[in-house]
């Protein structure tokens, strides 16, 4: 660029210079309509000079081409150049404006000045389309170096570069601009439009085009960072592109304190004006053109200062989508509140073309909202509803349901929560209960079947809860005389716009006895929780709260108390209760200074408790109660008496067999022996079972074999018991016969027994032998036993071969009865 700019000038011959005595000499070109200015800058120590001719100055006006000289080497330090051109703009002035080259002064620092002056009717405008530009701070300085200046007579609207979204300005009676170049820089010159314009009533009106795209642009109220005039006002017209939406954040001011009017922001847009203060929230996200106006007061002290550095930012949007929120068919009062889940979201929220953070939509008429880029997520919903009771004999007797209030479908947003608030009148109560019959209190160690969570709250205990609850359970109903508020939630955080049916149903009662009454109907073979209201903070002072236990009569409920804590009472003391609900039952009370004991209650009772005003602690209690089925105790009794009788009888029957066994096993380790008896009987050893002889003998009845000798006996009257003969010992033995058996035995002959023989005294000597225990009187060694029992089966089987009309008698089977021994 220099050496193409060097060319040139060489080429006009305007570029002339040399030196002259050590001083420097340049020729100067002035176009037509012109006017240059050669100044020494302030700051110089130098006493260089330039001069025409023999006139030497710090500063020269040249309005035609002339030879300049300057008595130093380098003037382009000491030395700056200012090129004025006035332009009159009264009626039509339509022209381009382009800076001129001036080669000769290409080493000095230029400013290039336009001195405009409109007419007091109209305006002028200001065309920077093809430049564009940005405005900076007063000690910015510009990439490429060409800074522009724009101002009135008294106040400077602001310095730019090139390649902005400023598009052009409209100002009002004498304005300027220019353009400073610095020294040694190539001058790159860009065209800029002036005409006559349609009339202002402020200083300077700037146009914005924002881009068609994302962006962000500053700008500085005029003067920044000094005063702005008193009563004047400034105007940024923005035009924003379609689907764009801009906001306006306002980045530093400082406001002085105003004797008249005062300073603020007015918005223009639709047709409608909005003002704003410089410390409210500006314009957010807002679609469409609008104009902002700045606006200055007369200060109270001129030492103050006023000025403004905001942003405007432009994002692309979606579709606007309307929808209109009607509550007015809803019962009572009712209340919407909309709000963006976060700030910096995306979503836009509007209302009545103004946008919002926050919304609220009451049931007295309906509110049309607009919604851009606005997901379900982006937003979060919360209804209040006021359901309330003037005059108890007006709404003691109706009922009302707490269900969720119906919403537009084309309300997006996530319903968070529900309350309802119900208001009753002086001494009053409200009554809740499960349109599922039954409800359970939510506490740690008994979760809820459902996800929904309704938590009740006192007004009067400045939302303090009362207790959470969630349907199925063994809670019928919640009494409590105090104004309440239930609150209706999502324990999983589901939207509650999908539930479309009640939740409660509710009615109001004229008083309590209690402060709060539960009835209880617990399940059977189940453990229910029941807490104190409020818990785990503690019951309100001297308040009292009674559970109605109910139960069918065959169960009986076990009444534990699993946490209970206690506070230092001012006076009185806290108390529990355990009553049956009949007039004669059982009580069992404990005070404050006593632990509760678990108790079984065999009929429905009531569970009464009472706080005191403490004046350290709190009062809580988490009480467990399990239905069990009754137990019959005159069942239990005969149960128990026919348990132990059979008991007897078995013990009896394992006697009997212990006693049979053992006299089985005594006759199979004793085996029988016979003996030879002259006087009585005679004995014959046969063996206990034998499959080969069809006829088994026990003994050998010898009153038969002499049968004749008894009756001669018995006829002489001589039979007398025979002495010196064998005879069995017939004491205890091991194992005790029974008691019919022996009073069998006693009626017939015993085997294996001695008898003394009733006959004649004249039967030959017998060896004396000792007696033995049990039947078999064996002797103690296997091998001698076998030898008598050989013998005397001989001498029997001689009687009964040689003794006509002999009997012998079979052998008893042990386990028959010993009365049918045969004879």
């Known amino acids: 660029m220099w050496s193409w700019g060097l060319s040139l000038v060489l080429l006009c011959g305007v570029l002339q210079w040399s030196s002259v005595s050590g001083g420097l000499v340049l020729t100067v070109h002035v176009h037509s309509g012109a006017t240059v200015l050669i100044n020494r800058t302030q700051t110089a120590v130098s006493k260089c000079e330039v001069c025409i001719g023999k006139s030497c100055q710090s500063s020269v006006t040249l309005q035609n081409s002339a030879d300049v000289e300057f008595n130093c080497t380098e003037p382009e330090n000491l030395f700056t150049v200012e090129i004025v051109r006035y332009i009159v703009c009264t009626e039509s002035c339509d022209r381009n404006i382009t800076p001129e080259q001036y080669p000769s002064l290409q080493n000095f620092?230029?400013?290039?000045?336009?001195?405009?002056?409109?007419?007091?009717?109209n305006s002028f405008s200001l065309d920077f389309t093809k430049t564009g530009l940005r405005q900076i701070r007063a000690t910015e300085s510009c990439p490429d170096k060409h800074v522009y200046t724009v101002s009135n007579s008294t106040t400077s609207i602001g310095r730019f570069c090139r390649n902005g979204t400023i598009k052009g300005m409209e100002m009002n009676f004498e304005s300027s601009v220019s353009l400073q170049v610095p020294g040694q820089e190539q001058l790159e010159p860009t065209t800029f439009g002036v005409s006559v314009g349609n009339g202002i009533t402020v200083l300077a009106m700037i146009k914005v085009s924002l881009p068609a795209e994302e962006s962000s642009q500053e700008f500085f109220s005029p003067n920044y960072p000094g005063n702005f005039a008193d009563f004047n006002?400034?105007?940024?017209?923005?035009?924003?592109?379609?689907?764009?939406?801009?906001?306006?954040?306002?980045?530093?001011?400082?406001?002085?304190?105003?004797?008249?009017?005062?300073?603020?922001?007015?918005?223009?847009?639709?047709?409608?004006?909005?003002?704003?203060?410089?410390?409210?929230?500006?314009?957010?996200?807002?679609?469409?053109?609008?104009?902002?106006?700045?606006?200055?007061?007369?200060?109270?002290?001129?030492n103050s200062v006023l000025s403004l550095h905001f942003n405007i930012s432009a994002i692309k949007r979606g579709a606007e989508a309307c929808c209109t929120v009607d509550l007015t068919r809803e019962e009572g009062l009712l209340e919407l509140h909309i709000r963006?889940?976060?700030?910096?979201?995306?979503?836009?929220?509007?209302?009545?073309?103004?946008?919002?953070?926050?919304?609220?939509?009451?049931?007295?008429?309906?509110?049309t909202l607009a919604f851009i880029d606005c997901r379900e997520e982006d937003l979060l919903l919360n209804i209040n509803q006021t359901i309330a009771c003037q005059q108890q004999k007006g709404c003691v007797s109706s009922k009302f349901s707490l269900r969720v209030p119906v919403l537009e479908k084309c309300l997006p947003g996530f319903l968070q929560q529900v309350s309802w608030h119900l208001n009753t009148p002086q001494d009053g109560a409200v009554e809740l209960m499960s349109p599922t019959g039954s409800l359970q209190q939510s506490l740690p160690g008994q979760t809820c079947n459902s996800s929904i969570l309704l938590t009740v709250t006192e007004h009067e205990q400045q939302g303090m809860a009362v207790g959470q609850f969630c349907p199925q359970g063994p809670i019928r109903s919640v009494q409590i005389q105090s104004n309440i508020t239930v609150t209706a939630s999502h324990a999983d955080g589901r939207d509650l716009k999908l539930i479309t049916y009640p939740l409660l149903e509710g009615s109001f009662l004229e008083s309590l006895k209690e402060r709060?009454?539960?009835?209880?109907?617990?399940?059977?073979?189940?453990?229910?929780?029941?807490?104190?209201?409020?818990w785990p903070a503690g019951m309100k002072p001297q308040s009292t709260v009674s559970?109605?236990?109910?139960?069918?009569?065959?169960?009986?409920?076990?009444?534990?108390?699993?946490?209970?804590?206690?506070?230092?009472?001012?006076?009185?003391?806290?108390?529990?209760?355990?009553?049956?609900?009949?007039?004669?039952?059982?009580?069992?009370?404990?005070?404050?200074?006593?632990?509760?004991?678990?108790?079984?209650?065999?009929?429905?009772?009531?569970?009464?408790?009472?706080?005191?005003?403490?004046?350290?602690?709190?009062?809580?209690?988490?009480?467990?109660?399990t239905l069990l089925k009754r137990k019959n105790k005159s069942l239990t009794i005969a149960l128990s008496v026919v348990s132990v009788l059979l008991l007897l009888v078995v013990i009896a029957f394992a006697v009997v067999c212990v006693i049979n066994r053992r006299k089985k096993k005594q006759?199979?380790?004793?085996?029988?022996?016979?003996?030879?008896?002259?006087?009585?009987?005679?004995?014959?050893?046969?063996?206990?079972?034998?499959?080969?002889?069809?006829?088994?003998?026990?003994?050998?009845?010898?009153?038969?074999?002499?049968g004749h000798l008894l009756k001669h006996g018995e006829e002489v009257n001589d039979f007398e018991p025979a002495v010196d003969s064998y005879q069995a010992f017939t004491g205890p033995t091991e194992v005790q016969p029974l008691t019919e058996h022996r009073e069998n035995t006693d009626k017939i002959q015993e085997v294996g027994v001695y008898r003394p023989f009733t006959g004649p005294q004249n039967a030959p000597e017998v060896p004396e032998r000792s007696p033995r225990q049990g039947r078999n009187p064996a002797h103690a060694e296997q091998q001698g036993a076998d030898k008598k029992i050989s013998g005397d089966d001989k001498i029997v089987e001689d009687q009964v071969r040689t003794t006509p009309g002999l009997k012998i008698a079979p052998l008893a089977d042990p386990e028959e009865d010993d009365s049918e021994t045969p004879l």
Request: aromatic share 10%; net charge neutral.
């Open 109 to 121: 620092s230029r400013t290039f000045t336009w001195i405009i002056n409109g007419s007091d009717e």
């Open 547 to 625: 559970w109605i236990v109910s139960f069918p009569s065959q169960f009986e409920a076990n009444v534990e108390f699993t946490n209970i804590s206690q506070v230092s009472c001012a006076n009185r003391h806290t108390s529990i209760e355990v009553q049956k609900q009949s007039s004669r039952g059982e009580t069992y009370s404990w005070r404050m200074d006593e632990k509760p004991k678990s108790v079984v209650m065999e009929e429905s009772f009531y569970l009464n408790m009472s706080n005191c005003k403490s004046v350290k602690g709190s009062f809580s209690v988490v009480s467990q109660i």
């Open 516 to 534: 709060y009454i539960i009835n209880v109907m617990p399940k059977k073979d189940s453990s229910v929780l029941l807490a104190t209201p409020a």
């Open 340 to 367: 963006k889940s976060k700030p910096t979201s995306a979503c836009i929220l509007k209302l009545s073309s103004l946008i919002q953070d926050t919304v609220t939509v009451t049931s007295e008429k309906a509110l």
């Open 667 to 706: 006759q199979n380790s004793h085996p029988e022996v016979s003996v030879y008896n002259p006087n009585g009987h005679a004995f014959l050893p046969v063996p206990k079972t034998t499959e080969d002889d069809e006829h088994i003998y026990h003994c050998i009845d010898d009153t038969m074999v002499y």
């Open 233 to 302: 006002s400034v105007r940024w017209s923005f035009n924003v592109p379609p689907k764009y939406y801009a906001s306006v954040r306002i980045l530093d001011f400082t406001e002085p304190r105003c004797l008249r009017d005062d300073t603020h922001l007015k918005y223009e847009r639709d047709g409608k004006t909005v003002v704003k203060k410089l410390s409210d929230a500006q314009l957010s996200e807002h679609q469409g053109s609008f104009n902002l106006t700045f606006r200055s007061c007369l200060r109270r002290n001129l």
